[in-house]
């Protein structure tokens, strides 16, 4: 009888000889050592359960009950066990050959023949109810779900591990079976050809893969195809006039109506999910738009506040979640072994922005125009400051000093530019983009044989031109090195011979 020697093997094999899932303690244990006594000859395995029996009955127990596998009862004196999941696998096996139980109504207590506690079964309506729990079905722990059809047409007990994906296809079967009998396939097509004119030959296409390959239906309904909606839709209206006119329902009749009851609103449902990802589609296409736009790098915080082009917060048509998972597959997942489409880059004080890679060049050619102005501005009043005083700095005569001095002054006023430029990945993408089918236009180009350009070349700033301009804007003395070396000399000198101030006491 049982498959094992262990309890719970022992305890399912005597629920299904009994065809109860409610067990006697008592009499199961008398069975359980005369039986242990018959098999224990040609079976020395079962010698464990023919000596302390209850003992270890009782160590079993405890840990199966804990697991949920069985509950013990004591609702009567000699106390009894009630095996969690008799009714579940039993109507597990019950939907097994749905093919060939395919012109019978689903599954009910009448037609099993069972009674099950009402602590195992959610009740569901076929529409709004199924529809709910589609949309959360963990917030119920209930292993049988009892659907109720409307008009009279019954109820059908499933398990919650059927929904969607096998209560739709066992649905799809029923309705094969409808269109097999007499000319119920021809008809439908007369009856469906004026709602669908000019998608004739798309409707005698979905009428035959119902009958030939039903089960590939469910792809369709689940992934929300406009032409399986627009079929189901009409056909489930169909059925239910056509069915609702008889006075005498067959069974076939009842399982036809009981499926569409079941098809339409998970259509309903897969039909809300794809125009949901459509809508999320586009409001992640809007985000793409806005982030190829100036200022090119944004953070998330910035991300998150995106709107569309009606105004619209982009982050109420997807979720928080929807966006962290958007970013980090962009930013993880390589295009064409290359660099991920999204890139971080360190901005203001180290924080971490977000630059769509095709929008690296863009924003290098941003970021240096605005350090050009800015560092231009910076040196320029630092200089003038100096040459009025009759004084100077080394970046003022030497090349090399004066590329140190722009680093230094980049740094300071375009710290997410010096950030973008010393990134070791800048070159790779450059490189990568580059070799891609637009490359990389000209006044964006910062390398050189692989090497970054000199920071006079990327900002555009000599240094022989630089100080000539501000020598311009002084008076013509300051442009004369004689006069101006007298002046700083007398200046030192007097600065020397100054003397010191006396305090007296």
């Given at each position: ?203 005698k296409d979905q009428l035959n893969r119902i009958q030939m390959r039903p089960l590939d239906c469910y ?119 290359g660099f991920p489409p999204l890139l971080i880059v360190k901005g203001d004080a180290e924080e971490r922005c ?152």
């Amino acid at each position: 009888m049982a498959h094992g020697t262990d309890l719970y093997s022992i305890l399912v094999a005597y629920a299904k000889k009994n065809n109860s899932p409610y067990i006697k303690i008592d009499s199961f244990l008398d069975f359980l050592g005369q039986y242990a006594r018959n098999l224990s000859a040609e079976h020395p395995e079962w010698l464990k359960w023919t000596q302390d029996r209850a003992v270890k009955f009782w160590a079993e127990m405890s840990v199966l009950a804990e697991g949920g596998k069985c509950e013990l009862l004591t609702d009567t004196p000699e106390g009894r066990i009630y095996m969690a999941h008799y009714y579940p696998d039993l109507l597990g096996k019950s939907y097994h050959n749905a093919d060939e139980d395919a012109d019978i109504p689903f599954h009910n207590e009448e037609s099993l023949r069972i009674t099950i506690p009402e602590t195992q079964i959610r009740p569901l309506s076929s529409g709004y109810d199924l529809v709910t729990y589609l949309d959360d079905p963990q917030k119920s722990d209930v292993p049988i779900l009892r659907i109720n059809f409307p008009d009279g047409t019954g109820s059908a007990l499933v398990l919650a591990s059927m929904i969607p994906k096998r209560l739709t296809e066992i649905a799809i079967l029923k309705i094969r079976n409808y269109l097999r009998k007499g000319g119920n396939k021809e008809y439908a097509f007369r009856k469906l050809t004026p709602q669908l004119q000019g998608r004739e030959s798309a409707l005698k296409d979905q009428l035959n893969r119902i009958q030939m390959r039903p089960l590939d239906c469910y792809n369709s309904i689940e992934e929300g195809e406009e032409f399986s909606n627009l079929f189901w839709a009409h056909f489930c209206i169909m059925i239910k006039n056509d069915i609702k006119k008889k006075k005498e329902l067959l069974h076939e009749d009842i399982a036809a109506i009981q499926s569409v009851h079941i098809i339409e609103p998970i259509c309903e449902y897969f039909k809300a999910l794809a125009v949901k990802r459509r809508e999320i589609a586009l409001a992640f296409k809007s985000l793409e738009n806005q982030l190829a736009k100036a200022p090119y790098s944004y953070t998330i915080e910035q991300i998150r506040k995106f709107t569309n082009p009606k105004g619209v917060l982009l982050l109420s048509q997807y979720s928080k979640e929807n966006l962290d998972a958007w970013i980090k597959k962009k930013t993880t997942e390589p295009e064409k072994n290359g660099f991920p489409p999204l890139l971080i880059v360190k901005g203001d004080a180290e924080e971490r922005c977000f630059v769509m890679k095709s929008m690296i060049p863009s924003l290098c050619v941003r970021l240096l125009a605005i350090a050009r102005i800015q560092v231009k501005d910076a040196i320029t009043k630092q200089w003038r400051k100096l040459l009025l005083e009759y004084r100077s700095e080394p970046s003022m005569d030497d090349n090399e000093e004066f590329e140190k001095a722009l680093l230094k002054y980049t740094k300071k006023i375009c710290p997410p530019l010096t950030n973008l430029l010393e990134d070791p990945k800048l070159l790779m993408v450059y490189d990568e983009l580059d070799q891609g089918d637009t490359g990389i236009p000209a006044p964006a180009r910062i390398f050189s044989n692989g090497q970054l350009l000199p920071y006079s070349s990327l900002l555009l700033m000599w240094r022989k031109d630089l100080l000539k301009d501000i020598k311009l804007m002084l008076p013509f003395w300051y442009s004369l090195p004689i006069i101006t070396e007298l002046i700083a000399f007398f200046k030192i000198l007097f600065k020397r011979k100054k003397p010191r101030k006396t305090h007296y006491s």
